[in-house]
């Protein structure tokens, strides 16, 4: 990309933002799973992988001190690393926990969400010099 | 009496040098000789297609002087719509691999879809201010 | 994985869940049947769940987007059949006693119960899902 389409594009904001809607979502196909498997037996909660999770950190680290963001890896899913007490048949989910985490989760992704459309209808205004 | 194409090849040197974008230094008539010959072979032609698919914003080529290095405004230009042209095709393109359903998330493709609509504004832009000081330097008393 | 994030495990949860609470009604009916299709008496019918894990689309080396579940088998409840003493049945043995299904009406109330509360979870899940998608379309305006 051109210089001036660049800078226009790669705000922290605009990067970190998407970078977090990314996450969530990923999340939310995370705790869909569990709930959809509350009853299975031997199940144990499934979340983020670390390896996603620990890139997403260091990305967001890097696009607020204004370094590119560098690659992330492939969205997966895999067993949580901490599981809570499991029950006789083996499962390990907590469904108000995973309710309550849903919750938070999709106030994260629509905040995002919010904030980046306010973001590019700031920028039509300015660029276009008319508030619309 | 000062002649137009002159102040032309004036106004397009003068933006090249800060290299900033759409609202560069408002144009200011030189009345220097500057290679009167060349001047004349200049084509400003600001409104004609240049290329064929591309969405059409024509640049103005100087051929003035020892002044056309890769930096020219005219180069400038065609890169940003070949970038918003790129732009463009990459958002078209995820949101098909949506509708197909496959692995693009909605927000991505959303995004990419306002990015480009915003770079093809921000073009559009540029082209209005250039042709407006365009026609301030055309209607200037003699 | 589509427009809605997580709907396809979602959904397969309904699936799953309705196909309890039919097993469930299907016992809870036959709950004083001593002569069934073959004859025989009722066993209680459980259902087993399992889980099933998603391939990421497209994604060639498998990684795994989350799982969905379904119905492994549905199978007869092994356990004992209570004997009830019951002189007049044509089906008594020589002692008097007939056996019964293994029906308990309040286990299969309790398990009526977690299954409804499962698909209303899941049916939650995916309304959240939904309305994050619908947020992700504002950012067109």
Redesign the interface.
């Known amino acids: 990309?051109?210089m001036?389409?660049d800078s226009?594009?790669n705000t922290p904001a605009?990067q970190s933002l998407?970078l977090t809607?990314?996450e969530?979502?990923?999340r939310?196909?995370?705790?869909?799973?569990n709930?959809?498997?509350?009853?299975?037996?031997g199940?144990k909660r499934?979340d983020v992988s670390s390896n996603f999770e620990q890139a997403f950190t260091n990305a967001l680290n890097n696009v607020s001190e204004g370094q590119p963001a560098g690659e992330m890896p492939?969205?997966?899913?895999?067993t949580a690393a901490e599981q809570g007490p499991a029950r006789p048949d083996g499962n390990t989910v907590q469904?108000e926990q995973?309710?309550v985490n849903?919750?938070q989760n999709?106030a994260r992704?629509?905040f995002a969400?919010?904030m980046?459309?306010s973001n590019?209808?700031g920028?039509?205004t300015a660029?276009?010099?008319t508030v619309s | 009496m000062i002649n137009p194409l002159d102040a032309l090849s004036a106004l397009t040197q003068q933006m090249q040098a800060p290299a900033t974008?759409a609202n560069a230094a408002l144009p200011t008539v030189a009345t220097n000789g500057v290679g009167a010959p060349n001047a004349v072979t200049e084509n400003f032609s600001l409104l004609s297609p240049t290329a064929t698919e591309v969405p059409q914003i024509a640049s103005p080529t100087v051929s003035g002087g020892g002044v056309g290095g890769p930096s020219t405004w005219g180069h400038?230009v065609q890169?940003?719509v070949r970038?918003?042209n790129?732009?463009q095709q990459n958002a078209t393109a995820m949101v098909t691999d949506v509708l197909k359903g496959g692995s693009t998330?909605v927000?991505?493709a959303m995004?990419a879809t306002?990015?480009a609509n915003?770079?093809f504004?921000?073009l559009t832009?540029v082209r209005n201010k250039v042709v407006e000081a365009y026609q301030q330097v055309m209607q200037m008393q003699v | 994985?589509g427009m809605i994030?997580?709907?396809d495990?979602?959904a397969?949860?309904l699936n799953?869940?309705r196909t309890?609470l039919d097993v469930i009604a299907g016992n809870l009916a036959n709950a004083q049947n001593t002569s069934d299709a073959n004859g025989q008496v009722y066993r209680r019918k459980m259902v087993?769940?399992?889980?099933k894990l998603?391939d990421?689309l497209g994604?060639a080396?498998g990684?795994?987007?989350?799982?969905?579940?379904q119905v492994a088998r549905i199978m007869d409840d092994p356990t004992a059949l209570p004997k009830v003493y019951m002189p007049g049945n044509p089906k008594a043995d020589a002692k008097g006693m007939v056996e019964m299904p293994n029906v308990n009406p309040l286990n299969e109330m309790v398990d009526m119960m977690?299954?409804s509360?499962?698909y209303q979870?899941?049916l939650?899940?995916i309304s959240?899902?939904r309305?994050?998608f619908e947020?992700?379309l504002?950012?067109?305006?």
């Open positions: 990309m051109s001036a389409l226009l594009f605009l998407s809607m990314n969530a979502a990923l939310h196909q995370a705790i869909a799973s709930i959809a498997n509350v009853n299975t037996p199940f499934l492939d969205a997966t899913i895999e469904i995973e309710m849903m919750a999709s992704y629509e969400g919010q980046l459309a590019f209808h920028m039509k660029i276009t010099g | 974008g400038m890169q940003m970038d918003v790129a732009q998330p927000h991505q995004v306002e990015e915003l770079s504004e921000f832009e | 994985m994030p997580g709907i495990a979602s397969s949860a799953v869940e309890r087993v769940f399992e889980s998603n990421a994604n080396t990684a795994s987007a989350g799982s969905q579940v977690t299954a509360r499962s979870a899941n939650q899940a959240t899902g309305s994050m947020e992700s504002k950012i067109a305006e």
